[in-house]
């Protein structure tokens, strides 16, 4: 098993999805944000950053996280990573996200499809999580670099998870998705399922590259 550490802001959301025992067991820490940049974070495998964190404190973290993938570690991104005047190419390597906007009502409209497509089929994520259990909605797509692993693109190839092996030394797995904020505001069933089967996938399933040319198979439906 590995052992994680997750990210804290400070957020009434997050202190919800952080503390919620199901997903706390896999956990061995939660570090607060502000405290992030002086952390030491050689006991860890892997930390979970969530999404909608201040992204000035993120910045000033960015040492950490890095000294984190040089050694081989992994990092979990969720949500949009904007980028800023200090790291117009991205906080971190190989980030390159494009804002789009968001329909929170897609799955209401008559024969509606969600745009999403699984990729890589014989990837050990699958075997955990459906492609239905990872359909809400965006807030914009990735563009992953090249070589990385698409897990779940767009119609029009953007991708919404991949795994960067690619960009450092470490594992760099990064998701438009924002689990972690609506399942501790009350708000999209979805992301509770996700969570219940990404958490313990993170924590003990086999995190790899793969060497297959992507494979798509049939989008998902919101539920």
Not at 58 to 83: I, K, N, S
């Amino acid at each position: 098993m590995r052992r994680l550490a997750a990210v804290y802001g400070g957020s009434a959301p997050h202190h919800r999805a952080l503390n919620e025992p199901k997903y706390a067991r896999w956990l061995a820490d939660c570090i607060y944000l502000p405290e992030l940049p002086n952390a030491d974070l050689t006991e860890y495998d892997g930390v979970i950053v969530p999404e909608r964190l201040h992204a000035g404190r993120l910045h000033a973290a960015r040492p950490r996280l890095l000294e984190m993938l040089e050694r081989a570690g992994t990092v979990v991104l969720f949500g949009e990573q904007p980028v800023c005047a200090r790291q117009p190419r991205g906080w971190l390597p190989g980030l390159d996200w494009e804002y789009r906007p968001t329909n929170y009502w897609w799955w209401l409209e008559p024969g509606a499809t969600s745009g999403l497509r699984a990729q890589h089929p014989e990837h050990d994520l699958w075997r955990h999580l459906t492609l239905k259990d990872a359909t809400w909605h965006q807030h914009g797509v990735y563009r992953a670099p090249p070589g990385a692993d698409v897990l779940i693109s767009t119609d029009d190839g953007g991708a919404i998870l991949y795994i960067d092996r690619v960009s450092t030394p470490g594992t760099l797995l990064v998701a438009a998705l924002d689990p972690m904020y609506h399942f501790g505001s009350y708000f999209m069933p979805a992301t509770e399922r996700f969570l219940d089967k990404f958490m313990p996938w993170l924590a003990e399933g086999e995190i790899r590259g793969s060497s297959d040319a992507p494979q798509e198979t049939h989008g998902a439906q919101h539920g």
